[in-house]
Every structure is written in structure tokens, then in C-alpha cells.
């Protein structure tokens, strides 16, 4: 497939969003988008699903489409083309069509070839075997039971009416069907949002391995990093290409700016050299020709202008003067958190200035650790304590603090009645939220104004314990970058949950994990996390495998032994005289020990 926009530009209800949208899709590529919130990234994927969003560009280019073939494009929409009546597994399986058409065939074939095979079905069945496989035949019934599995669904969930899902479990169903159909071009918005970490590693892995092309836009650096091979910016409203992944993008827009930096400077001293030779012979008649002739060079030569800096603009953290707690931050022990039914047990210490990560899949209780450490839900069993002067400060990522009606500076005064009107505005200036943003109510913010709301209410508590829940969530990469540095440098302690291992990898000197109703503290940071569940994972992976590859084995000898003994009644029969002197009989014959051989050679295969 191949899609190539030139000069184009997308406006809506009149605003500009894009003014000069350039993008080649080759088949194969990995393109990610990125950019700030608000800078139409997704306005940018709807238009390549929708070309008639495009309009003439303010480049110099003419402004075209050029389209090869009919690519078939997949895109996300809510829960679309789902059929309530279907099992999840029989929606998943739309995708294979394709695949389980050739199935049948083949099925039917088997059937044949049982029953005085004709030369031409035995032909038939070879190329449809080799079809089948070059389709991914042999691999797609492991490859949906993965996908499912790693984002959360159960064996039990196969047979369930889609009717008996969540929203947001549809919505996750539609996204693994749209994976699996494969389409021609890709287009991904955030799709890591509200993935755990397994799941976003198995989306990793499915489009890194992904053979046709795809476009998402993303603020996961580590995401972008390992499945990317294009990157497009958009900043102030044009597009800039960077032939590569997340981290030659960082490299390469520090190196092109310096260079358009000192080109630019460059540029204006020798405009200076040349205007004042000028000045100071183009009154004297002996001169005034060579003065010309500077002025004249002046106008020949290209225009460099001085680039534009990156737009790094986002909320100011200074965390205000706070009491100091005791060595000892936060003790626990054996304490079970959860609702109706304990979701896991654990017991650690944290001591001033410990930055704990607590990771897990969805449903495995991180939320309810925080909250339950919070006090806000009442611990099960065993206990927690706070230390000496610990002024804890809470980060809801559900934002249920907030009412709907209030509005920005109304929410703000509540948690700081003290506070007058100059410090309120000043304070959530500091969040970007000016004298027009601060009378919105709270019901119109978008996700990324919520997360700056709550930010400054934490900030300005002067708490020494942090405790954080998602606090990345809706935040662009510049943003995520400040909320690091400044966590990095605070003095005090911090607690908090997050998927994105980038954060995870920047902050945490610990790791709390939480998987199946086991909570596994870590006292590592997040690499060297990686490494000590790698070193168990092998090891529990060794034992299975040894358990498994003797029970295979077993069941393979067993069936090898069956079909060898089938194959050696079948050459006896070949040399009975009602069958070598009939050439049906015996073409026959000779075709079903054909197929036992390559089922035989088959089963070498995988016994070996």
C-alpha cells in the first residue's frame, strides 16, 4: 500500500487545526505521531481515514493525494460492528475468515482423500496445505488465545454473550478484532491507554512483528521507542519528519536545531559583514559600485531564518517548604486490602525519601492499596502505620473529589479556604489555568486540565508523602517530562501506581508488583526489577517446559507409532496382486501413504 499527503490542511468549524500536513505511508512502515495536547494528532488520523478532510495547505507545494490500490484501513470506534448475540470467541474468530474458509476445505478434503482419492484432490490438498500455512494457519488459534489472554479475558470469558460485557470491555474486544483482522493501514489513537503492563508488552511485541503498515499516535515513549521507525512531530501546526524511533527522534531534534541555530547565525554576520562594507563606502564615488555590488549579494542570498525553539511550554512545580517526617515514612505489615474479599497481602517499610512503584495488571487491587493506605476504605486485616510528622497528600486519578458544577477556582478554594483571591489565581496560574480557564466548570475540562487541577491541589498541601494514582494519565510527553524531574529532585517520600514504564523506570528506587492475588515486594529499581523476573521467569518457564515437552513427547510417541504401523500395513498392501495389477487400487493406496508420511514427518518435527 502507499498514501502520500502533499501541502494539505485540516480545518474544523472554521479553526485551523493543521496548516501543513506532509506524510508518506509506505507498506511496512511504523509510524508514531507525537506532539503536544491540542496539536490535532488525532484530528490527523481521522483525516487519513476521511481524506475529504483535507484541504489545500499554506505551502508552497501543490496540494495532492496520491493513492495506490485500495488499502483497506482499520480504525478504532466505539465497540463499532460488534454483534451482541455472538460469543466473544465467535467475534474474535470474524477476523480469520479468511483462514478458517481454507480450514473447511481442507477439512473436507481430509475427508476425500479417506475415500479413493482422485490425483487431482491430492494435488488440490497439497497447495491448499502450503496456502493455509503461508496465511498463518498454523499460528492463529495461539495467536488469539494470546491476545485475549494477555489483555485480561479468561478461558471462562469465551463463551459469554458480547451483550454481557462492559462498555469497556467491548471496547477492548473491538481493539484485539480490529489487531487481528490485519488491515492493510493501521491507525492507533493512544492505544495504551488503560492497558496494564502485560498487555501494552503484548501490543509491543504483536506491532513490532506487524507486517503491513501502521500510524498511532502515542504519549508512551517506551511504547514509541520499540515499535516505531518513523516518527512525525506536529508543532506549530506543521509536520517534521525523523527516520527512526523514540530515542534518534530526541537526538536528531537537539542536533537539527543547533545546526539551523548556527547556520542562522552564520547567516546574520555575514549579512552584517556585507550591509556594513556597504554603509561605509556607498558615499564615496570611487566606491560605490563595490557597495552596490554587497547590497546586490545581500539580496542573492537564501533567507535563513532563526528556528523556532521546541514548544516545551507546560506547569511550573515548585513544591513549597514542608515539615520533615521521621526516618521511618510508612510501616506495613501483613496488611490485607480489598472490598468484600481480600485482593492480596503484603508487608514492607518505607523510609524518608523511598519512591515506591506499584505496578500490576487491571483488578489486581493497586488502586485499592493506595486508597486503602489512605484510609478512605477500611483494611481487612493485619495493619499500617504512619511515622513521626508524615503529612500525606492523595492524587485520585478517577478525580472524585471534584463536583461537576464547580468550577476550577471553586474546587481550588475548597481544599484551601485560607488561601486569598491573589493566591488562589497565582497558584493555578503556576497549572497554566488563566483568568478565562479558571471559571470553567469542572464538567468541561478535558482529561489533561484534570490532571493540572489535581496536580496543584497536591502540590500546594506541603505534604512529605506523596501518594499518586496514575498521575501520567492524559499528560503529553513535555508534561510527563516536568512531573518527572521534579519528582525526581522532591525531598520527600512517594507512593504511586503507573503503567507507564517509563515513569516507573525514572522514579521508583522500589517495586511493589501485584499479580493474581500475590503481592511480591522488590527492593530494586525498575531495570533491576526487569532483571530478577526475568532470572525467575526462566526458571519457572524451565520447569513447565520440562513437564510439558514429557507429556507431548509421550502423546507424539503414540501417535507416531500409530501411523508408522498404518504406513507399513498400506506398503504390504502394495505388493498383493489384486492391487499392483490395479493401477486405481493402487494409486490409491499410494496416495494415503503420502499424506501418513507428511503427517509422520510432521510429528518428527515436533517430537524433535
Known sequence: MYLKIVNARVDILNKSILEQVNMEIKDKDHIAIIGRNGAGKTTLLKALVDNTMFEEGTGEEKFNIYKVGKPVIGYLKQNEGLNNDNTLLEEILLAYQDIIKIEDKL???????????????????????????????????????????KNGFTENDFNKKISSFSGGEQTKISFIKLLLSKPDLLVLDEPTNH???????????????????????????MFINHVANKIYE???????????????????????????????????KEVKRLQSIADRFRYKPSKASMAMAKLKQIERM????????????????????????????????????????????????????????????NGTGKSTLLKTIMGIIPKIGGSYSMGINVIPAYYDQQFSTFLPQDTVYEAFKKEFPLMNDYEIRSSLARFLFGSEDIDKKIMVL???????????????????????????????????????????????????????????????????????????????????????????????????????????????????????????????????????????????????????????????????
Request: hydrophobic share 35%.
Open 446 to 608: 478535558s482529561g489533561g486540565e484534570k490532571v493540572r487541577l489535581q496536580l496543584a491541589i497536591v502540590v500546594f498541601k506541603k505534604a512529605n508523602l506523596l501518594i499518586l494514582d496514575e498521575p501520567t494519565n492524559h499528560l503529553d510527553i513535555i508534561s510527563k517530562e516536568k512531573l518527572e524531574d521534579v519528582l525526581k529532585s522532591y525531598p520527600g517520600t512517594i507512593i504511586f501506581v503507573s503503567h507507564d514504564r517509563y515513569f516507573v523506570k525514572k522514579i521508583a528506587t522500589s517495586i511493589l508488583e501485584l499479580e493474581n492475588n500475590n503481592v511480591k515486594y522488590y527492593a530494586y529499581n525498575y531495570e533491576g526489577y526487569l532483571e530478577k523476573k526475568r532470572v525467575e521467569n526462566s526458571q519457572i518457564k524451565a520447569k513447565k517446559e520440562s513437564r510439558d515437552n514429557k507429556k507431548i513427547a509421550a502423546n507424539i510417541d503414540i501417535k507416531i507409532t500409530k501411523i508408522e504401523k498404518e504406513i507399513a500395513s498400506l506398503k504390504e498392501k502394495l505388493f498383493l496382486e489384486e492391487v499392483y495389477l490395479n493401477q486405481v487400487k493402487y494409486q490409491e493406496i499410494e496416495g494415503k501413504i503420502r499424506i501418513l508420511e507428511d503427517k509422520l514427518n510432521r510429528l518428527l518435527k515436533s517430537w524433535e
Open 302 to 361: 537564501d533567507k535563513v531564518f532563526k528556528p523556532d525553539k521546541a514548544d516545551t511550554k507546560t506547569f511550573k512545580i515548585n513544591f513549597p517548604n514542608f515539615l520533615e517526617s521521621g526516618k521511618v515514612v510508612l510501616s506495613v505489615l501483613d496488611l490485607k486490602f480489598g472490598y468484600k474479599y481480600a485482593l492480596g497481602k503484603t508487608s514492607f517499610t518505607l523510609n524518608r525519601g523511598d519512591r515506591l512503584g506499584v505496578i500490576g495488571a
Open 107 to 149: 477439512h473436507k478434503l481430509e475427508i476425500k482423500l479417506n475415500n479413493n482419492p482422485l490425483k487431482e484432490e491430492i494435488y488440490q490438498y497439497t497447495e491448499l496445505q502450503d496456502y493455509y500455512k503461508n496465511i498463518g494457519g498454523y499460528e492463529y488459534k495461539k495467536e488469539y488465545l494470546n491476545a485475549l489472554l
Open 234 to 268: 506536529i508543532e506549530y501546526g506543521e509536520m517534521i519528519l525523523y527516520n527512526g524511533n523514540y530515542e534518534y527522534y530526541e537526538e536528531e531534534k537537539k542536533k537539527r536545531y543547533e545546526i539551523n541555530l548556527y547556520n542562522y547565525e552564520r547567516y546574520q
Open 195 to 221: 492497558l496494564d503492563i502485560e498487555a501494552i508488552l503484548w501490543l509491543e511485541e504483536y506491532l513490532e512483528n506487524y507486517n503491513n503498515a501502521f500510524v498511532v499516535v502515542s504519549h508512551d515513549r
